[in-house]
């Protein structure tokens, strides 16, 4: 997968050579560039904001760079990336939108800041490219590159030899409209507390069980909204794996 991602803050990226990201970057399954959306300016403050047009509080980030930044980095002659504008006005990220996001061969992120982007950079590059806004939830952030960093990391655990474990992936919260069931590591007791017995029975069928159970009384105290939402097909496939 290629990424770029546009920022007035490039420095906020230095964490994508660590870890899981670090190393798929090294084996090139993710080829990244991070760009810096002043380098599309042409005056010697290197201007990229002004303020809004009706009034109001802030500044908006001016087309010029940002429409500059696009050609560049999706040039009419190649295959439009897809490009993604965090924003709390967003659709809301989720493991399904992740997922999605996954299957494309070149992602675009560009990063807002202050007021966020001149609407017409949106409305222009949707003309020649998918444009989805996102956003990580009901709250407002400085500027987009944290949630940059969100989605890139759930998008790119998805990607074909990232996870050691592939398996990691099915068995997880959010993967079948469930929260995951508590975990446990040894010791069996700490501080009094004992592991629950069925995990250490190995019995692998009472333990799909306990799990499967466990992950929907966690659910349905915590997240009612999801197990409103579960399709009862997806109930009936977990009782024929327990
Ligand atoms: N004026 C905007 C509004 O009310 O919708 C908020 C702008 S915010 C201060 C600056 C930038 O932070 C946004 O352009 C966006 O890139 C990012 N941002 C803030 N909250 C976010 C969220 N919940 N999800 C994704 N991006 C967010």
């Known amino acids: ?5 546009v920022s007035i803050f490039p420095e906020y990226f230095a964490p994508l050579d660590l ?3 670090g190393k798929a970057r090294a084996n090139g399954t993710l080829q990244l560039g991070v760009h810096d959306l002043r380098s599309w300016t042409h005056d010697v403050h290197r201007t990229v904001d002004d303020t809004p047009y009706g009034g109001g509080p802030g500044m908006v980030m001016r087309p010029e760079p940002w429409g500059a930044a696009l050609d560049a980095l999706a040039p009419a002659e190649s295959a439009a990336p897809r490009l993604l504008v965090p924003s709390p006005a967003g659709v809301p990220f989720t493991q399904a939108l992740a997922y999605e996001l996954a299957a494309e061969p070149h992602l675009l992120f560009a990063c807002g800041r202050y007021e ?4 017409r950079v ?4 949707a003309t020649r490219m998918p444009v989805t806004e996102v956003s990580l939830g009901d709250y407002v952030l400085f500027g987009g590159e944290v949630a940059v960093l969100v989605i890139l990391e759930a998008v790119v655990r998805l990607l074909p030899g990232v996870l050691g ?3 990691s992936l099915t068995e997880e919260s959010h993967a079948h409209g469930l929260l995951e069931a ?3 590591t040894k010791p069996a007791t700490w501080r009094g507390l004992d592991v629950p017995e069925v995990l250490r029975s190995g019995d ?3 333990i ?3 799990r499967r159970d466990a992950a929907l009384e966690r659910t349905g105290r915590r997240r009612p909204d999801m197990l409103a939402a579960l399709d009862p097909r997806e109930l009936d496939k977990r009782d024929v794996a327990a």
């Open 116 to 119: 966020g982007i001149d609407q």
């Open 19 to 21: 870890s899981l990201i």
């Open 165 to 167: 474990n592939a398996g």
């Open 208 to 210: 799909a069980r306990w």
């Open 122 to 125: 949106l409305d222009h590059a």
């Open 182 to 184: 508590p975990m446990y």
């Open 204 to 206: 692998h069928g009472r």
């Open 1 to 5: 997968m290629r990424v770029d991602i």
